[in-house]
Protein backbone atom coordinates (compact mmCIF):
# COMPACT_ATOMS: atom_id res chain seq x y z
CA UNK A 1 0.00 0.00 0.00
CA UNK A 2 2.95 2.41 0.74
CA UNK A 3 4.35 1.75 -2.36
CA UNK A 4 0.92 2.94 -4.11
CA UNK A 5 0.86 6.24 -1.87
CA UNK A 6 4.45 6.82 -3.04
CA UNK A 7 3.67 6.52 -6.58
CA UNK A 8 0.68 8.60 -6.77
CA UNK A 9 3.20 11.02 -4.73
CA UNK A 10 5.41 10.60 -7.48
CA UNK A 11 2.25 11.61 -10.09
CA UNK A 12 0.79 14.81 -8.29
CA UNK A 13 4.87 15.98 -7.90
CA UNK A 14 5.14 15.21 -12.11
CA UNK A 15 1.81 17.13 -12.37
CA UNK A 16 2.66 19.78 -10.66
CA UNK A 17 6.00 20.20 -12.63
CA UNK A 18 4.19 19.88 -16.24
CA UNK A 19 1.55 22.11 -15.97
CA UNK A 20 3.07 25.64 -17.33
CA UNK A 21 2.14 28.91 -15.81
CA UNK A 22 3.52 32.52 -17.05
CA UNK A 23 3.28 35.36 -14.07
CA UNK A 24 5.25 36.59 -11.50
CA UNK A 25 4.75 38.20 -8.12
CA UNK A 26 5.23 41.95 -6.99
CA UNK A 27 6.10 42.90 -3.21
CA UNK A 28 5.40 46.39 -3.15
CA UNK A 29 2.56 46.92 -6.09
CA UNK A 30 2.02 50.59 -5.32
CA UNK A 31 4.00 53.19 -3.45
CA UNK A 32 2.34 55.41 -1.68
CA UNK A 33 3.95 57.48 0.58
CA UNK A 34 4.50 61.34 2.08
CA UNK A 35 7.39 63.26 1.45
CA UNK A 36 9.16 66.51 2.38
CA UNK A 37 10.37 68.77 -0.34
CA UNK A 38 13.92 68.69 -0.41
CA UNK A 39 13.96 65.30 1.07
CA UNK A 40 14.71 61.76 -0.65
CA UNK A 41 13.10 58.67 -0.55
CA UNK A 42 13.35 55.02 -1.94
CA UNK A 43 11.10 52.15 -2.24
CA UNK A 44 12.24 48.57 -2.75
CA UNK A 45 10.22 46.43 -5.22
CA UNK A 46 10.44 42.61 -5.48
CA UNK A 47 9.46 40.82 -8.47
CA UNK A 48 9.61 37.18 -8.41
CA UNK A 49 8.80 33.55 -10.70
CA UNK A 50 8.20 30.15 -9.17
CA UNK A 51 9.61 27.55 -10.02
CA UNK A 52 7.64 26.38 -12.71
CA UNK A 53 7.35 29.12 -14.76
CA UNK A 54 10.29 29.61 -17.44
CA UNK A 55 13.24 31.80 -17.62
CA UNK A 56 11.53 35.52 -17.77
CA UNK A 57 13.01 38.59 -19.07
CA UNK A 58 11.38 41.76 -17.55
CA UNK A 59 11.51 45.92 -17.94
CA UNK A 60 10.80 48.31 -15.50
CA UNK A 61 10.56 52.24 -16.24
CA UNK A 62 9.56 55.39 -14.98
CA UNK A 63 6.43 57.38 -16.75
CA UNK A 64 3.48 59.73 -16.50
CA UNK A 65 0.54 58.84 -15.02
CA UNK A 66 -2.45 59.28 -17.08
CA UNK A 67 -5.86 58.47 -16.42
CA UNK A 68 -8.34 57.49 -18.65
CA UNK A 69 -12.34 58.91 -18.05
CA UNK A 70 -12.61 55.04 -17.19
CA UNK A 71 -10.52 55.32 -14.26
CA UNK A 72 -7.53 53.39 -16.11
CA UNK A 73 -3.95 54.68 -14.83
CA UNK A 74 -1.43 54.20 -17.52
CA UNK A 75 1.55 55.27 -18.24
CA UNK A 76 2.57 58.15 -20.60
CA UNK A 77 5.61 59.09 -22.39
CA UNK A 78 8.28 62.31 -20.32
CA UNK A 79 7.49 63.84 -23.78
CA UNK A 80 3.44 63.41 -23.67
CA UNK A 81 3.41 64.13 -20.37
CA UNK A 82 2.34 67.35 -19.49
CA UNK A 83 0.28 67.17 -15.83
CA UNK A 84 1.53 69.66 -13.23
CA UNK A 85 1.06 66.68 -10.58
CA UNK A 86 3.01 64.31 -12.70
CA UNK A 87 6.33 62.95 -10.16
CA UNK A 88 8.24 61.43 -13.41
CA UNK A 89 11.17 64.30 -13.19
CA UNK A 90 12.26 63.61 -10.12
CA UNK A 91 12.26 59.43 -10.28
CA UNK A 92 14.59 56.78 -10.40
CA UNK A 93 14.69 53.39 -10.58
CA UNK A 94 17.47 50.55 -11.08
CA UNK A 95 17.65 48.26 -12.35
CA UNK A 96 15.56 49.13 -15.62
CA UNK A 97 16.16 45.52 -16.72
CA UNK A 98 16.69 41.99 -15.81
CA UNK A 99 16.34 38.41 -16.24
CA UNK A 100 15.21 35.64 -13.99
CA UNK A 101 15.57 32.05 -14.04
CA UNK A 102 12.80 30.25 -12.64
CA UNK A 103 12.38 30.47 -9.37
CA UNK A 104 14.40 33.53 -9.50
CA UNK A 105 13.75 37.32 -7.57
CA UNK A 106 15.02 40.91 -8.13
CA UNK A 107 14.77 43.42 -5.98
CA UNK A 108 14.03 47.25 -7.65
CA UNK A 109 14.90 50.06 -5.91
CA UNK A 110 13.15 53.37 -7.09
CA UNK A 111 14.40 56.85 -5.65
CA UNK A 112 12.67 60.13 -5.52
CA UNK A 113 14.72 63.22 -4.79
CA UNK A 114 11.88 65.76 -4.18
CA UNK A 115 12.44 69.52 -5.51
CA UNK A 116 12.82 71.82 -2.89
CA UNK A 117 9.97 73.79 -4.61
CA UNK A 118 7.62 70.53 -5.40
CA UNK A 119 4.65 72.76 -4.74
CA UNK A 120 1.54 71.82 -2.97
CA UNK A 121 -0.76 68.75 -3.13
CA UNK A 122 0.12 65.33 -4.84
CA UNK A 123 2.17 64.20 -7.41
CA UNK A 124 1.50 60.91 -9.44
CA UNK A 125 3.65 58.82 -11.53
CA UNK A 126 3.97 55.03 -13.06
CA UNK A 127 6.41 52.18 -12.83
CA UNK A 128 5.43 50.00 -15.80
CA UNK A 129 6.58 46.69 -15.07
CA UNK A 130 6.72 44.40 -18.41
CA UNK A 131 7.47 40.88 -19.33
CA UNK A 132 9.18 40.36 -22.49
CA UNK A 133 9.83 36.68 -23.42
CA UNK A 134 5.96 35.79 -24.81
CA UNK A 135 6.34 38.62 -27.87
CA UNK A 136 9.43 37.23 -28.98
CA UNK A 137 8.45 33.50 -28.81
CA UNK A 138 4.54 34.04 -30.54
CA UNK A 139 6.54 36.63 -33.47
CA UNK A 140 8.97 33.93 -34.10
CA UNK A 141 6.62 31.13 -34.11
CA UNK A 142 4.15 32.11 -36.55
CA UNK A 143 1.22 29.88 -37.02
CA UNK A 144 -1.75 31.81 -35.87
CA UNK A 145 -0.50 32.26 -32.56
CA UNK A 146 -1.78 34.57 -30.16
CA UNK A 147 1.10 35.65 -27.97
CA UNK A 148 0.56 36.27 -24.29
CA UNK A 149 2.31 38.52 -21.56
CA UNK A 150 1.86 40.06 -18.02
CA UNK A 151 3.04 43.57 -16.47
CA UNK A 152 1.83 45.67 -13.99
CA UNK A 153 1.38 49.25 -13.85
CA UNK A 154 2.78 50.21 -10.15
CA UNK A 155 0.89 53.36 -8.93
CA UNK A 156 3.53 56.09 -7.26
CA UNK A 157 1.47 58.20 -5.15
CA UNK A 158 3.85 61.05 -3.00
CA UNK A 159 1.74 63.23 -0.81
CA UNK A 160 3.11 66.27 -0.05
CA UNK A 161 4.15 67.17 3.87
CA UNK A 162 2.51 70.93 4.58
CA UNK A 163 0.27 71.19 1.40
CA UNK A 164 -2.58 72.85 1.15
CA UNK A 165 -4.60 70.18 -0.39
CA UNK A 166 -7.51 71.33 -2.94
CA UNK A 167 -10.60 68.97 -3.19
CA UNK A 168 -12.28 71.06 -6.17
CA UNK A 169 -14.39 69.43 -9.24
CA UNK A 170 -16.42 70.22 -12.08
CA UNK A 171 -19.09 69.03 -14.07
CA UNK A 172 -18.73 68.99 -17.72
CA UNK A 173 -20.21 67.54 -20.57
CA UNK A 174 -23.69 67.01 -19.03
CA UNK A 175 -26.17 65.30 -21.68
CA UNK A 176 -29.38 63.38 -21.95
CA UNK A 177 -29.29 60.09 -24.28
CA UNK A 178 -31.41 61.59 -27.45
CA UNK A 179 -33.68 60.41 -28.13
CA UNK A 180 -35.30 61.19 -25.00
CA UNK A 181 -37.88 58.61 -23.65
CA UNK A 182 -41.12 58.96 -21.46
CA UNK A 183 -39.79 55.56 -19.69
CA UNK A 184 -36.45 55.96 -18.73
CA UNK A 185 -33.65 59.14 -19.20
CA UNK A 186 -29.74 58.03 -19.42
CA UNK A 187 -27.44 60.63 -18.62
CA UNK A 188 -24.21 61.02 -19.15
CA UNK A 189 -21.66 64.01 -17.44
CA UNK A 190 -17.95 64.00 -16.98
CA UNK A 191 -16.07 64.65 -13.59
CA UNK A 192 -13.19 66.64 -13.61
CA UNK A 193 -10.71 67.13 -10.61
CA UNK A 194 -9.64 70.77 -10.81
CA UNK A 195 -7.78 70.47 -7.40
CA UNK A 196 -4.31 69.10 -6.29
CA UNK A 197 -4.84 65.77 -4.93
CA UNK A 198 -6.73 62.41 -5.50
CA UNK A 199 -10.20 61.67 -4.18
CA UNK A 200 -13.01 59.14 -4.47
CA UNK A 201 -16.26 61.04 -5.55
CA UNK A 202 -19.91 59.96 -6.44
CA UNK A 203 -22.62 61.53 -8.83
CA UNK A 204 -26.13 62.65 -7.81
CA UNK A 205 -28.86 62.82 -10.24
CA UNK A 206 -32.65 63.95 -9.64
CA UNK A 207 -35.34 64.14 -12.22
CA UNK A 208 -38.00 66.87 -11.48
CA UNK A 209 -41.20 68.61 -12.54
CA UNK A 210 -42.09 71.88 -13.64
CA UNK A 211 -43.80 72.39 -10.06
CA UNK A 212 -40.44 70.73 -8.47
CA UNK A 213 -41.61 67.30 -7.53
CA UNK A 214 -38.91 65.38 -7.19
CA UNK A 215 -39.71 61.97 -9.50
CA UNK A 216 -36.83 59.57 -9.38
CA UNK A 217 -33.58 59.96 -8.49
CA UNK A 218 -29.82 57.69 -8.93
CA UNK A 219 -26.30 58.33 -7.72
CA UNK A 220 -23.33 56.36 -8.77
CA UNK A 221 -19.61 56.56 -7.17
CA UNK A 222 -16.05 56.52 -9.02
CA UNK A 223 -15.46 52.96 -7.55
CA UNK A 224 -11.81 51.60 -6.06
CA UNK A 225 -9.48 53.75 -7.99
CA UNK A 226 -9.87 57.89 -7.20
CA UNK A 227 -10.14 60.39 -9.63
CA UNK A 228 -6.25 62.10 -10.19
CA UNK A 229 -5.67 65.34 -10.78
CA UNK A 230 -6.11 67.07 -13.70
CA UNK A 231 -8.02 64.07 -15.33
CA UNK A 232 -11.89 63.25 -15.45
CA UNK A 233 -14.17 60.38 -15.01
CA UNK A 234 -17.11 59.19 -17.05
CA UNK A 235 -20.09 59.05 -15.41
CA UNK A 236 -23.28 56.80 -16.91
CA UNK A 237 -26.35 56.94 -14.98
CA UNK A 238 -30.20 55.95 -16.00
CA UNK A 239 -33.06 57.86 -14.40
CA UNK A 240 -36.87 55.14 -14.30
CA UNK A 241 -39.50 57.01 -13.00
CA UNK A 242 -42.15 54.93 -11.78
CA UNK A 243 -44.20 56.37 -14.45
CA UNK A 244 -44.15 57.24 -17.78
CA UNK A 245 -43.62 61.02 -18.17
CA UNK A 246 -46.28 63.25 -19.16
CA UNK A 247 -45.79 65.92 -21.83
CA UNK A 248 -44.60 68.91 -20.21
CA UNK A 249 -41.10 70.48 -18.38
CA UNK A 250 -38.47 68.44 -16.79
CA UNK A 251 -35.39 69.41 -15.31
CA UNK A 252 -32.41 67.01 -14.02
CA UNK A 253 -30.56 68.45 -11.09
CA UNK A 254 -26.95 66.96 -11.02
CA UNK A 255 -24.44 67.00 -7.92
CA UNK A 256 -20.71 65.87 -7.89
CA UNK A 257 -19.98 65.16 -3.73
CA UNK A 258 -16.76 64.01 -2.44
CA UNK A 259 -17.28 60.80 0.18
CA UNK A 260 -18.30 62.65 3.16
CA UNK A 261 -21.14 64.75 1.15
CA UNK A 262 -18.62 67.83 0.43
CA UNK A 263 -20.34 69.23 -2.68
CA UNK A 264 -17.95 69.67 -5.72
CA UNK A 265 -20.52 71.15 -8.41
CA UNK A 266 -23.72 71.27 -9.09
CA UNK A 267 -25.40 71.55 -12.49
CA UNK A 268 -28.52 70.98 -14.32
CA UNK A 269 -30.14 70.73 -17.55
CA UNK A 270 -34.23 70.82 -18.57
CA UNK A 271 -35.97 68.97 -21.39
CA UNK A 272 -39.63 68.87 -22.64
CA UNK A 273 -41.76 65.65 -23.52
CA UNK B 1 -7.84 0.00 6.45
CA UNK B 2 -5.83 -0.56 2.94
CA UNK B 3 -8.48 0.03 0.80
CA UNK B 4 -9.37 3.14 2.85
CA UNK B 5 -5.76 4.38 2.37
CA UNK B 6 -6.37 3.59 -1.45
CA UNK B 7 -9.35 5.54 -1.13
CA UNK B 8 -8.02 8.45 0.79
CA UNK B 9 -5.24 8.60 -2.01
CA UNK B 10 -7.42 8.75 -4.66
CA UNK B 11 -9.77 11.13 -3.15
CA UNK B 12 -6.81 12.98 -2.83
CA UNK B 13 -5.28 12.41 -6.37
CA UNK B 14 -8.45 13.28 -7.97
CA UNK B 15 -8.60 16.71 -5.49
CA UNK B 16 -5.57 17.74 -7.22
CA UNK B 17 -6.15 16.93 -10.32
CA UNK B 18 -9.44 18.79 -10.43
CA UNK B 19 -6.90 21.61 -9.17
CA UNK B 20 -3.85 21.57 -11.75
CA UNK B 21 -6.62 21.40 -15.00
CA UNK B 22 -6.69 24.20 -17.56
CA UNK B 23 -10.76 25.34 -17.43
CA UNK B 24 -13.26 23.38 -19.46
CA UNK B 25 -14.10 24.83 -22.60
CA UNK B 26 -18.04 24.46 -21.29
CA UNK B 27 -18.19 25.97 -17.96
CA UNK B 28 -16.25 29.36 -18.20
CA UNK B 29 -14.42 29.89 -14.50
CA UNK B 30 -15.04 33.45 -13.06
CA UNK B 31 -14.85 33.06 -9.51
CA UNK B 32 -13.79 35.26 -6.88
CA UNK B 33 -12.44 34.50 -3.69
CA UNK B 34 -11.79 37.06 -0.63
CA UNK B 35 -9.02 36.48 1.94
CA UNK B 36 -7.51 38.57 4.62
CA UNK B 37 -4.68 40.72 3.44
CA UNK B 38 -1.44 39.11 5.13
CA UNK B 39 2.00 40.88 3.08
CA UNK B 40 0.62 44.89 2.26
CA UNK B 41 0.89 45.77 -1.26
CA UNK B 42 1.52 42.13 -2.66
CA UNK B 43 0.22 41.07 -6.75
CA UNK B 44 0.78 37.91 -7.91
CA UNK B 45 -0.40 37.14 -11.47
CA UNK B 46 -0.27 33.80 -13.34
CA UNK B 47 -1.34 33.30 -17.21
CA UNK B 48 -1.58 28.89 -18.26
CA UNK B 49 -1.19 29.83 -21.91
CA UNK B 50 1.64 28.40 -23.49
CA UNK B 51 5.18 29.47 -23.04
CA UNK B 52 5.67 30.49 -26.77
CA UNK B 53 1.79 31.77 -27.07
CA UNK B 54 -1.35 29.41 -27.74
CA UNK B 55 -3.06 28.66 -31.34
CA UNK B 56 -6.19 29.61 -32.47
CA UNK B 57 -8.07 26.81 -34.23
CA UNK B 58 -8.21 27.79 -37.72
CA UNK B 59 -8.83 31.12 -38.65
CA UNK B 60 -10.17 30.42 -42.23
CA UNK B 61 -13.06 29.76 -42.15
CA UNK B 62 -13.13 30.97 -39.04
CA UNK B 63 -13.96 31.95 -36.32
CA UNK B 64 -10.55 30.90 -34.28
CA UNK B 65 -10.56 30.21 -31.13
CA UNK B 66 -8.83 29.44 -27.68
CA UNK B 67 -8.77 29.36 -24.39
CA UNK B 68 -6.56 29.71 -21.44
CA UNK B 69 -6.85 30.60 -17.91
CA UNK B 70 -5.59 33.47 -15.07
CA UNK B 71 -4.96 33.66 -11.60
CA UNK B 72 -4.33 36.90 -9.73
CA UNK B 73 -3.69 37.46 -5.55
CA UNK B 74 -3.77 40.68 -4.38
CA UNK B 75 -3.70 42.12 -0.90
CA UNK B 76 -5.71 45.25 -2.16
CA UNK B 77 -7.79 46.57 -4.62
CA UNK B 78 -7.05 46.25 -8.08
CA UNK B 79 -7.90 45.90 -12.01
CA UNK B 80 -7.23 43.93 -14.72
CA UNK B 81 -6.72 45.56 -18.34
CA UNK B 82 -5.38 44.20 -21.60
CA UNK B 83 -4.28 45.64 -24.95
CA UNK B 84 -2.19 44.74 -27.73
CA UNK B 85 1.08 44.49 -26.23
CA UNK B 86 2.88 45.42 -30.00
CA UNK B 87 4.18 49.09 -29.87
CA UNK B 88 2.01 50.92 -32.81
CA UNK B 89 -0.39 47.74 -32.43
CA UNK B 90 -4.15 48.40 -33.29
CA UNK B 91 -5.26 45.11 -32.59
CA UNK B 92 -5.42 43.22 -35.35
CA UNK B 93 -3.32 39.92 -36.08
CA UNK B 94 -0.98 40.15 -39.02
CA UNK B 95 1.85 38.35 -40.64
CA UNK B 96 5.41 40.05 -40.40
CA UNK B 97 5.13 40.17 -44.50
CA UNK B 98 2.35 42.76 -43.85
CA UNK B 99 -1.16 41.11 -44.12
CA UNK B 100 -3.37 42.11 -41.47
CA UNK B 101 -6.89 40.78 -40.78
CA UNK B 102 -9.50 43.23 -40.96
CA UNK B 103 -11.55 42.29 -38.24
CA UNK B 104 -9.77 42.89 -35.16
CA UNK B 105 -8.98 40.08 -32.44
CA UNK B 106 -10.97 39.67 -29.51
CA UNK B 107 -11.13 38.74 -26.73
CA UNK B 108 -13.30 37.90 -23.28
CA UNK B 109 -12.43 37.06 -19.59
CA UNK B 110 -14.98 34.56 -17.71
CA UNK B 111 -18.71 34.79 -18.28
CA UNK B 112 -18.49 38.31 -19.72
CA UNK B 113 -18.97 39.49 -23.66
CA UNK B 114 -16.37 39.31 -26.45
CA UNK B 115 -14.26 42.88 -27.11
CA UNK B 116 -12.42 43.99 -29.43
CA UNK B 117 -8.58 43.92 -28.71
CA UNK B 118 -7.58 47.61 -27.82
CA UNK B 119 -4.76 49.40 -29.81
CA UNK B 120 -1.42 49.49 -27.86
CA UNK B 121 -2.23 53.30 -26.64
CA UNK B 122 -5.57 51.80 -25.46
CA UNK B 123 -6.89 49.52 -22.84
CA UNK B 124 -9.81 47.11 -22.17
CA UNK B 125 -11.16 46.83 -18.70
CA UNK B 126 -11.41 43.52 -18.14
CA UNK B 127 -11.76 42.98 -14.26
CA UNK B 128 -12.25 45.15 -11.02
CA UNK B 129 -11.38 43.80 -7.98
CA UNK B 130 -12.60 45.79 -5.15
CA UNK B 131 -11.46 43.77 -1.91
CA UNK B 132 -8.47 41.79 -1.38
CA UNK B 133 -8.66 38.71 -2.50
CA UNK B 134 -7.65 35.67 -4.99
CA UNK B 135 -9.72 35.37 -8.76
CA UNK B 136 -9.58 32.47 -11.20
CA UNK B 137 -10.96 32.93 -14.68
CA UNK B 138 -11.06 31.33 -17.97
CA UNK B 139 -9.33 33.76 -21.16
CA UNK B 140 -10.70 33.52 -24.21
CA UNK B 141 -9.24 34.52 -27.22
CA UNK B 142 -11.14 34.56 -31.35
CA UNK B 143 -10.87 35.61 -34.63
CA UNK B 144 -13.15 36.17 -37.46
CA UNK B 145 -11.84 35.73 -41.33
CA UNK B 146 -13.71 38.25 -43.70
CA UNK B 147 -13.94 37.94 -46.99
CA UNK B 148 -11.05 39.19 -48.85
CA UNK B 149 -8.71 38.50 -45.98
CA UNK B 150 -5.62 36.59 -47.69
CA UNK B 151 -5.78 33.57 -46.55
CA UNK B 152 -2.35 31.81 -47.53
CA UNK B 153 -0.37 32.54 -44.32
CA UNK B 154 -0.32 32.89 -40.70
CA UNK B 155 -1.17 35.70 -38.66
CA UNK B 156 -0.04 36.48 -34.83
CA UNK B 157 -0.95 38.90 -32.07
CA UNK B 158 0.35 39.85 -28.88
CA UNK B 159 -1.91 40.26 -26.03
CA UNK B 160 -0.70 41.65 -22.97
CA UNK B 161 -2.43 41.62 -19.67
CA UNK B 162 -1.81 43.65 -16.35
CA UNK B 163 -2.70 43.81 -13.23
CA UNK B 164 -2.28 46.69 -11.05
CA UNK B 165 -2.99 48.09 -7.85
CA UNK B 166 -5.35 50.67 -7.37
CA UNK B 167 -5.61 53.42 -4.92
CA UNK B 168 -8.29 56.34 -2.82
Known amino acids: MKKIQILMLLLVVFISISVYASGFKIEGAIWKEKVSPGGSITKEINISIDPDDAETEFTIGVAGLEQTLQGINRPLSASNDTSPYTALPFISVSPVSFLLKPGGSQTVTAKADIPIDVGSGTRFAILSLRTIKAATSAEIDGNRRVGVSTGSNIPVVLTINGSEF ?89 SAELEDGTVLDTQEIGFEI | MAKLD ?59 VAEGRISILSTGPWMLTAKDGTAGGDGRMRTSDGHVLFRKHQIKLGSGSYK ?53
Open chain 2, 6 to 64: LIVSLAVLITILALSMPSSAVSPVDKTVEVTATIPEEIIIDLDEAEDGISLSPIYPGPG
Open chain 1, 166 to 254: LMTGEITDLEIEDPISVANQNVSLILKNTGNTQYLAKVKVQLKDEKNNSLVSSEMDSGVQAIVPPFSRLFELSLVPEASLEPGSYKIIV
Open chain 2, 116 to 168: DLAGNSGYNLMKIGLLPGSYIGTTYYRQYFTVGDYAGTDYNVFVMWECSATFD
